[in-house]
């Protein structure tokens, strides 16, 4: 890895510790946060599907365009 590579690496693990360590701060139990965690990620899955079809839906349509121009 390149110097700016594991600087950047340094970067994101301390950025990790510090939001690992504010969320423990919440004491919340591992029930309650593996639930959040699967609430939060099917949130992103859906949102990234939706916008998948938002694009693919449009693809689609400036193909039906230029078909007919």
Known sequence: MFRSD???LMALVGWLVLALAGYSSYRLHWKKTV???LAW???FVCLALVIAL?????SVG???GLSLS
């Open 62 to 64: 400036e193909a039906v």
């Open 35 to 37: 639930t959040m965690a």
């Open 6 to 8: 594991t600087a950047l």
């Open 41 to 43: 990620l099917a949130i």
């Open 54 to 58: 938002i694009q693919r839906s449009a």
